[in-house]
């Protein structure tokens, strides 16, 4: 389901990139028929390219992060009440589940504020950025259009961005996958050492496949599917917005 997944996301991206480019031939006057010259040699479409990708991997990151510490957050609350309430494991009362799911929420929310403002953010701020900061159009060629506007990095941004997300997105989805399905395969008992004997549970090999699966939890269920969204969502905000960046 999650290549499925992968491959909507992509295919979307790669709908709304042309109404992208439809719109800004529409908002410069151009027929559609006109094709847009995004050269990756042009200082704004390499430098947005390289904002696009930068964005892919500082949103994963930040998603990896987020998990790790809202994880930690509840082993302090559980470890907290298993002090306080010594009942808990013996069975005599009930721990407070309502408080761990709060905790959940609540990171879950706040976590995902930055991530958020920065795939709705940076768009708008390198459109803006390369909108006003040059003083002269540059012809883009014959029978085109001046680039008097920040579009043409915003169009660099857009389409690596795309293209890394959905390779990032795959690479965290069949990686974690691999990872979390490591462990579960050595405790079911078919992974043989050199000697033909079953690696069993609590040894070297399977302490280290639980560390895998710490890292490819987050991996993908939470950075790989996200990155979808932001794929989606970066296309969605460049043609919703596409008017800011072309001077009028």
């Not at 990139?17 to 200082?43: H, M």
């Not at 559980?78 to 721990?95: E, H, K, L, Y």
């Not at 680039?147 to 069949?174: H, P, R």
Request: hydrophobic share 50%; aromatic share 6%; proline share 4%.
């Amino acid at each position: 389901t999650k290549g499925y997944a992968v491959a909507s996301a992509g295919l979307a991206a790669f709908l709304l990139f042309s109404a992208y480019l439809d719109k800004v031939k529409e908002r410069l006057g151009l027929p559609l028929t006109v094709e847009l010259p995004i050269n990756l040699a042009s200082v704004d479409v390499f430098v947005g390219a390289l904002m696009g990708v930068m964005l892919v991997f500082l949103f994963s990151s930040l998603a990896i992060r987020a998990v790790g510490r809202a994880a930690g957050t509840i082993i302090d609350e559980v470890r907290q009440q298993f002090r306080n309430d010594p009942g808990i494991m013996a069975g005599t009362s009930r721990p407070d589940y309502g408080r761990a799911v709060d905790i959940t929420a609540r990171a879950a929310l706040r976590e995902m504020v930055l991530p958020g403002i920065l795939a709705v953010g940076m768009p708008v701020t390198v459109g803006l950025i390369f909108r006003f900061a040059r003083d002269t159009a540059l012809p883009l060629g014959p029978n085109c259009c001046d680039d008097s506007g920040g579009w043409l990095a915003v169009a660099g941004l857009l389409m690596v961005g795309t293209i890394g997300g959905i390779i990032l997105a795959t690479v965290l989805n069949n990686g974690g996958g691999a990872w979390d399905n490591a462990k579960k395969y050595i405790e079911a008992g078919k992974l043989k050492d050199e000697n033909g004997a079953v690696v069993l549970t609590g040894s070297e090999i399977h302490a280290a496949a639980v560390v895998g699966d710490t890292v490819g939890d987050p991996f993908k269920d939470t950075a790989g599917p996200s990155l979808h969204v932001l794929v989606k969502l970066l296309s969605t905000i460049t043609l919703v917005l596409a008017p800011l960046f072309i001077a009028s």
